[in-house]
């Protein structure tokens, strides 16, 4: 399973920027899809995460700022981040639960870079 992540840049805060997380290969469900971070000097941390039922779970500090959402005929999940602030800057990790024809795995994307900055 292969993770192709993208949607990050330079953003000014209180603005937004989408990011996208397309997974291909030999996939028969993903059960979870999420994003993760990793601040510089610090530890990587969840995001949100949604399942395969749509469930939802966020950090709280995205709380009513940012969506997660999935479009499974695409096999994509998605981060909608609103309101963005200069504590948000950091490598963005997309990550999914998969299941394929030789098990359960958990795959990581490459990561995409998010700065927010004047």
């Known amino acids: 399973v292969q993770l192709q992540a993208s949607g990050g840049g330079l953003v000014q805060p209180g603005g937004s920027l989408r990011l996208s997380c397309a997974a291909s290969?030999?996939?028969?469900?993903?059960?979870?899809m999420g994003w993760y971070r990793q601040a510089p000097g610090k530890q990587r941390e969840l995001v949100a995460t949604?399942?395969?039922?749509?469930?939802?779970t966020y950090a709280d500090s995205v709380k009513g700022r940012w969506t997660i959402f999935r479009d499974n005929f695409k096999n994509a999940v998605y981060l909608q981040m609103d309101s963005l602030k200069a504590e948000d800057t950091a490598v963005y990790h997309c990550?999914?639960?998969?299941?394929?024809?030789?098990?359960?795995?958990?795959?990581w994307g490459q990561g995409t870079l998010v700065t927010v900055s004047n």
């Open positions: 290969g030999n996939i028969y469900s993903l059960s979870v």
């Open positions: 990550n999914v639960l998969a299941r394929t024809q030789t098990g359960i795995f958990d795959f």
């Open positions: 949604v399942t395969l039922a749509g469930d939802k």
